[in-house]
Nanobody
Framework: EVHIVESGGGLVQAGGSLRLSCEAS????????IAWFRQAPGKEREGVAC????????TYADSVKGRFTISSESDKNTIYLQMNNLKPDDTALYYC????????????????????WGQGTQVTVSS
């Protein structure tokens, strides 16, 4: 059974930073895609970043490139999303999803390809 727990959200001023954590288990951690999605009120869920550790593949939404970094710590079964230079438009509920059924460059913005989801962690960026 896949188990996913996110943490690290909060309230930050524009220009600030946050690091989200996603602890995932119940599947082969390094071999399948793990992704961060976000959903703001009234908007569709969108892919933010995706990683397949063993393939050294990472992808990012255009809106976060250069500001967000996805990384892993395999001995802890944990994925991180380092978010720098945060903007009010980054305000959303952030979800970790895994395992993904395909390469990141194909599925990173497609929620239907991810089997399990965490409960979400709120990120609020004030202007």
């Amino acid at each position: 059974e896949v188990h996913i727990v996110e943490s690290g959200g909060g309230l930050v001023q524009a220009g600030g930073s946050l690091r989200l954590s996603c602890e995932a288990s119940g599947f082969t951690f390094g071999e399948l895609a793990i992704a961060w999605f976000r959903q703001a009120p009234g908007k569709e869920r969108e892919g933010v970043a995706c990683i397949i550790i063993n393939d050294r593949e990472t992808t990012y939404a255009d809106s976060v490139k250069g500001r967000f970094t996805i990384s892993s710590e395999s001995d802890k079964n944990t994925i991180y999303l380092q978010m720098n230079n945060l903007k009010p438009d980054d305000t959303a509920l952030y979800y970790c999803a895994a395992p993904g059924l395909g390469p990141c460059n194909y599925i990173s913005n497609s929620p239907r390809y991810f089997e399990s989801w965490g409960q979400g962690t709120q990120v609020t960026v004030s202007s």
